[in-house]
């Protein structure tokens, strides 16, 4: 028998250590025949902590929500009793969440102890590496991942095996092989998952694009604010050494790789190729004007390949089973899988992994199980701070490259944060906005000067103090921005902007012309008010307003002047009544 | 470098207060190693808790880098910190799932219970408060990490009174501690 505890961070912050603890205890305690193992994420986040028993006979039963309390009953029904706890056991539409899926590259996520290359190999791990080495050459790869269609997971949707290609008909012996796995976008976490719970793929996939170039080494661009992740590709490295899968002479054959980390350390700017290589060389992660392209002179001035942890992953799976099959998978321009994170205002969140061409009423309402507490759908940021929102007359369109930047918006990294009624669709541009001025590296002037612009205009809005000129002006700086910056940073700032205004144009004009928020979610937008007839007049808040805004003779009802009011709210506080609401 | 004669404003010439023998170790490992300056500060933020000025001097004179240069890279990443840090660092996601759950609403309960924003230390030394975009836990949205000398342990499905919980349980912990 063998317990296996979900423990990627999302299980970790549910409480799966204390979990796995009281499993090991009892086990001891009752001197049974178990294996306590642990295993990465499975993607349905919202049922956290998760527990797979396999049984002897083959069978799994997948225990969901677990506590150290429902240990106890798991352990003397189910491990002592032979007899599954039915109430504990994960509900039809957690199974349908999962099993409505199609998964390559979080395949193996939840299911195998990532930091065991054991049980990547027993399900088939390392094959399509052997194959890579032994059947085929470099440009026999390329090829096949050409033939495969694969694009880039990590936004732009370039096609992988061409950029391969290109890198490996550059003249310079030293060449490198480069994994972007800063996921930068704030609200997605497939990349992360996939180093957890499944780090071998990824790395098989880069020592493959390394046999493919012509490449010895290569780096892994990791944020900091994945320790585990880190910590669990350490292991999987000096592991795949350990087995002959990495270093010198890999298998035995001529083909030598090595695979190196290192740590980003908090710029989202980083995600973008020649930021990124800047930064691994010890710089400062500043895009630079291309040409010459990453594919040219990359990392240390070398031709490179850079490709998304997602991207990587999908490669064992293309020379395992041929382009062929992988084409079948997905549309005719964007073949494959895509794996999104779904997140927000949805019912089941977590990691979908769907074909190329889903629409996103099947991810929403079908995969994720509708809006939370009934409330109706709004909207759905997609891609992110350089992504676009999408609306209800999106929601049957289909989830590919060039379906998404038809219509402003764009794949990116797959971050779907799901919006209700109540989100303020202005304050969330201001959101994306604020998170893009901030993150300029500030290199070049439509950029840096644009998006503070932008965010000063929008913090007006959001505060009553905008006009209906000022949305005029944010499109023709949206316009300059995104013709005129360097890098994809800039290019794609001012998509949240232009999609808010394009599809919740009303929404704008409710904050500027009637200094109105219609969700009520603007601060800003709200005023402090004096109910009459419950004031006694105390005195109270009078005395305890800073801005000296109240003002009324004692025991006459007081009022607040709108204009010095800092909306502190203090007053609130100290009256004793309840009669000073905010409205 | 040029700090030799000793007569500059700065108090490069208190790195003596500092213990050397990790960093210089870590010196020796990387220096072969091309590109290694922000591994090197990563390490010295490691061994420091953040970067001081005299290690930044120190650093330079080893590794041929102007300190304008390295002063360049500590301020252009969010990571690296010139001042020194509380006990344990509350890393507070305000990334775009985590913004939709209600995080500047924990945000406020927080600085309000500590005194402190984002990016400050308590008079008592026990939390910095850095806001952080994304951790990567978006499902359980909205989000903090702990991080201090035990390792780093994230929070999630936070409310207010939930956030204050945890940040008291630190509290209590650090009391008996001492
Ligand atoms: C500002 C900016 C941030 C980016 N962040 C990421 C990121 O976090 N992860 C990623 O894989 N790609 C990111 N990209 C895209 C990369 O520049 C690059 O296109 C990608 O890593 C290439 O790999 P792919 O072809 O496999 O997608 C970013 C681009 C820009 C302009
Ligand atoms: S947005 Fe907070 S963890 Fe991702």
Redesign the pocket.
């Known amino acids: 028998m063998k317990i296996a505890i979900g423990q990627g961070s999302c299980g970790i912050a549910s409480g799966s250590k204390k979990i796995e603890e009281a499993f090991r205890r009892h086990v001891a305690e009752h001197n049974l025949q178990a294996e306590v193992t642990i295993t990465g994420c499975i993607g349905g986040c919202y049922l956290e902590p998760i527990v797979d028993v396999y049984q002897d006979d083959g069978q799994v039963v997948r225990y969901v929500h677990m506590t150290e309390d429902k240990v106890d009953k798991v352990v003397k029904q189910h491990l002592i009793g032979h007899e599954p706890v039915d109430e504990y056991r994960i509900s039809k539409s957690g199974t349908d969440f999962l099993e409505k899926q199609t998964r390559i590259a979080l395949k193996n996520c939840g299911l195998i102890n990532p930091e065991d290359i054991r049980d990547y190999i027993k399900v088939g791990g390392y094959e399509a590496l052997k194959k890579a080495i032994f059947e085929m050459d470099g440009k026999t790869i390329c090829k096949e991942v050409e033939r495969s269609g694969l ?8 096609p ?1 095996g061409k ?1 391969w290609g290109l890198v490996a008909a550059q003249k310079d012996p030293i060449k490198y092989v480069v994994c ?1 796995a ?4 704030p609200g997605a976490f497939m ?1 992360r998952s996939v180093m957890e719970g499944d780090p071998h793929k990824m790395l098989e996939g880069m020592i493959i694009a390394g046999i493919a170039i012509g490449a010895k080494i290569g780096y892994i661009y990791v944020r900091a604010e994945y320790p585990l992740a880190v910590k669990r590709l350490k292991k999987a490295i000096s592991q795949a050494e350990e087995w002959g899968f990495l270093g010198k002479n890999i298998l035995g054959s001529k083909f030598s790789f090595e695979i190196r980390i290192n740590l980003g350390a908090g710029a ?2 980083c ?3 020649s930021a ?1 290589t800047a930064s691994i060389e010890g710089n400062r992660g500043m895009p630079r004007v291309k040409p010459p392209r990453t594919v040219e002179q990359g990392l240390f001035g070398k031709p490179t390949v ?4 997602e ?1 990587f992953s999908h490669i064992p799976f293309i020379i395992a089973n041929g382009a062929q099959i992988y084409r079948g998978i997905g549309t005719d321009r964007s073949p494959g899988t895509k794996a999104f994170a779904l997140t927000g205002s949805v019912n089941k969140t977590g990691l979908v992994e769907v074909p190329m061409g889903t629409s996103l009423r099947e991810l929403i309402f079908d995969i994720g199980g509708g809006i939370k507490n009934n409330k109706a759908f709004k909207a759905v940021q997609i891609g992110g701070p ?1 992504g676009g929102c999408l609306t209800e007359k999106h929601l049957d369109l289909s989830l590919d490259f060039d379906s998404l930047s038809k219509v402003g918006a764009m794949v990116g ?1 797959g971050g779907l944060v799901v919006m209700d009624e109540d989100t303020c669709m202005v304050s969330i541009a201001k959101f994306f906005m604020d998170f893009t001025e901030q993150e300029s590296c500030g290199k070049c002037v439509p950029c840096r000067e644009g998006t503070h612009l932008m965010n000063e205009i929008l913090d007006d809005i959001v505060n009553g103090r905008g006009t209906k000129e000022q949305i005029d002006m944010l499109m023709e700086l949206a316009d300059t921005v995104t013709t005129t910056s360097l ?3 800039g290019k ?1 700032a001012a998509l949240p902007v232009m999609s808010t205004i394009r599809e919740f144009q009303d929404e704008y004009y409710a904050h500027v012309v009637e200094k109105r928020c219609p969700t009520g979610k603007c601060k800003g937008l709200k005023r402090i008010e004096i109910i009459a007839n419950k004031c006694k007049g105390c005195g109270l808040c009078l005395d305890a307003c800073p801005a000296n805004a109240i003002s009324g003779k004692r025991r006459q009802p007081h009022v607040i002047d709108k204009s010095s009011c800092t909306k502190c709210k203090l007053c609130i506080d100290s009256c004793k009544f309840d009669a000073i609401v905010e409205i | 470098m040029n700090n030799k004669g000793g007569n500059c404003a700065c108090d490069c010439q208190n790195k003596d207060k500092f213990d050397l023998s990790k960093l210089d170790e870590f010196l020796d490992e990387v220096k072969d190693m091309q590109g290694s300056l922000i591994h090197i500060l990563q390490k010295a933020q490691d061994i420091y808790g953040y970067l001081p000025r005299e290690i930044i001097a120190y650093i330079s004179d080893k590794t041929g880098c102007t300190q304008a240069k390295i002063y360049g890279i500590a301020t252009f990443y969010t990571q690296f910190r010139l001042k020194p840090m509380g006990k344990n660092l509350i890393m507070l996601c305000q990334g775009t799932a985590c913004h939709v759950s209600g995080s500047k609403d924990i945000e406020e309960a927080i600085c309000k219970d500590l005194k402190i924003s984002d990016g400050e230390t308590t008079v008592d030394g026990l939390f910095t408060l850095n806001n952080v975009a994304c951790l990567g836990c978006c499902s359980l949205a909205p989000v903090m990490m702990i991080r201090n000398k035990d390792g780093e342990e994230t929070y999630g499905n936070l409310t207010e009174a939930k956030a204050l919980e945890i940040i008291n349980g630190f509290k209590m912990k650090m009391e008996q501690g001492a």
């Open positions: 694009r880039g997971r990590g936004g732009g949707g370039f992988t950029k972007n800063d996921e930068g976008d990349d989202f700017v995600g973008e190729g990124l850079l490709n998304n942890v991207t350089s990294s890098c994809g940073l794609t």
